[in-house]
RNA sequence: GGAGGGGUGGGUGAGUGGUUAAAGCCACCAGACUGUAAAUCUGGCGUCCGGAAGGGCUUCGCAGGUUCGAAUCCUGCCCCCUCCA
């Protein structure tokens, strides 16, 4: 255990806070390899950037030789997040928490060391818990405890409903603290009061309390708001290559110094130095190392340089794609009765808009343009004619908006 | 157990019999500008037919009913909240 990124680097960079800061430290210096707990709820299994901070301070200190155990939440995942919209979900059927959970850890080890991580499931203890069990746990807090919690105060303040079961949620994650005797928990900001009380519940069940380890929340693609998948301003893991590199460009310049130092290995003094040079330098330069950067870690190098290649011809030079989804449209075969198809309905089967209605109101705005295969010339289209009066060829490329296209073949 | 308030389009939230496919705001889409950033301006934002003008159909928790006409009135049901006990 010698190796590996240094103390500071590991309990400052992209952490918000450590209860205790001074206690994991001492910990760190026991020497001995320190359990570290993760857990997730096996109905929300995509893992997106905002996860990731968390996940590479797992696997930094997996570097150090520490162990992490990742708890597949199929009892908590019945129970539901308590965020307030959640409408009783209905339960998942085995297998479907299964194949979630799959999915969970093909992503999570994308970041974290499979080899150092033990997975365990809630059901191994949870499947023997009696109700005696449960009046057991429940009895060592209060109602008044529980509502100390943000997003329940919030919400009793509101007059907005609270499940009697979402009190159950903070418990059972508690109590998996003291199913693993876990040392060190981890989680962002937001799971501050389910982690405390996993920490409180060891000490009353006579173990050492676990440290809590707080990750900021990543702000997402809108700059606005946390990354969530409900919010829909989120960057998945499994986002192919060129969408992840394109999300990444679309963020707000504001955030390109959170993400480097979040979300990648960049040394901090180098940073600082981006930082300075701040307004000699265009932006957009930084915004495409960062990209790049990203993409190579969840992709590969070459996945990534193809990803910036692609923006820098398709967006910033407006070109055409490589590749470009083909659609069999049948008018171009001359096959369509007298007057041919009209615009809008081939650009609703196309898949460029979600209903005929849309397709014609983007005619109208000037979103699409045709662009010739041979010559490559774009002409604007702007009335929603029969096939007949447009002139389309095979192989045509059709362009909603500016990086939407369809290729027409026969 | 009792009394009262409420459920409207992706979100919020107006609207209490026709002029309401339903205000405003947010989100979103598109155009201009541009660095796929921000800001700003413009247009759009149920669906189907029509080149267009326009027309049809569906929508206000669910199911019925009253009426020429209902998001708005009546009945039943489901759900949420508050206060009292």
């Given at each position: 255990m010698t190796s590996g990124p240094n103390l500071e680097e590991i309990t400052r960079r992209g952490v918000q806070e450590i209860i205790s800061h001074?206690?994991?430290?001492?910990m760190?210096?026991?020497?001995?390899?320190?359990?570290?707990k993760m857990g997730f709820d096996p109905s929300r299994?995509?893992?997106h950037l905002g996860h990731v901070v968390g996940l590479r301070k797992l696997r930094q200190l997996q570097q150090l030789g520490h162990q992490v155990i990742l708890i597949v939440g199929d009892w908590t995942a019945q129970i539901g997040d308590p965020s307030g919209q959640t409408v009783t979900r209905p339960a998942l059927t085995h297998e479907e928490v299964i194949t979630n959970a799959e999915s969970?850890?093909?992503q999570f080890f994308k970041v974290v060391d499979r080899d150092r991580t033990q997975v365990v499931w809630q059901s191994e203890w949870f499947g023997k818990f009696t109700l005696a069990d449960v009046i057991g746990l429940t009895g060592r807090f209060t109602v008044a405890q529980f509502l100390e919690r943000d997003d329940?105060?919030?919400?009793?303040?509101?007059?907005?409903?609270?499940a009697i079961t979402e009190f159950l949620y903070p418990l059972l994650q508690a109590y998996d603290s003291v199913a693993v005797e876990s040392d060190v928990e981890f989680g962002g900001t937001d799971q501050m009061f389910n982690l405390l009380v996993g920490r409180e519940l060891q000490g009353m069940m006579g173990q050492r309390p676990q440290q809590c380890f707080l990750m900021p929340m990543l702000v997402g693609t809108d700059g606005a708001q946390k990354m969530s998948k409900s919010l829909g301003n989120y960057v998945a893991l499994e986002e192919p290559p060129e969408d992840m590199y394109g999300k990444i460009m679309s963020l707000p310049d504001e955030l390109i110094g959170p993400y480097f130092e979040y979300l990648t290995d960049v040394p901090m003094e180098e940073l600082a130095e981006l930082e300075r040079s701040n307004g000699e330098i265009n932006p957009i330069e930084f915004k495409k190392r960062l990209a790049l950067d990203i993409t190579a870690q969840?992709?590969?190098?070459?996945a990534a340089n193809a990803a910036q290649a692609h923006f820098e011809n398709v967006v910033q030079r407006r070109g055409l794609p490589e590749d470009i989804p083909e659609f069999t449209e049948p008018s171009l075969a001359g096959s369509q009765g007298e007057q041919g198809r009209r615009l809008s309905n081939i650009i609703y089967d196309a898949g460029l808009a979600s209903s005929v209605s849309e397709a014609k109101r983007l005619i109208n705005q000037g979103a699409i343009e045709l662009i010739d295969a041979a010559?490559?010339?774009?002409?604007r289209l702007t009335r929603d004619d029969r096939t007949d009066a447009l002139d389309m060829q095979d192989r045509a490329v059709l362009k909603r908006g500016n990086r939407r296209f369809v290729r027409l073949v026969k």
């Open positions: 001074e206690q994991f430290v001492r760190l210096g026991e020497g001995k390899p320190l359990r570290l299994p995509d893992i969970y850890q093909r329940f105060a919030k919400r009793f303040q509101e007059h907005r409903p609270i969840f992709h590969d190098l070459a010559t490559g010339d774009a002409r």
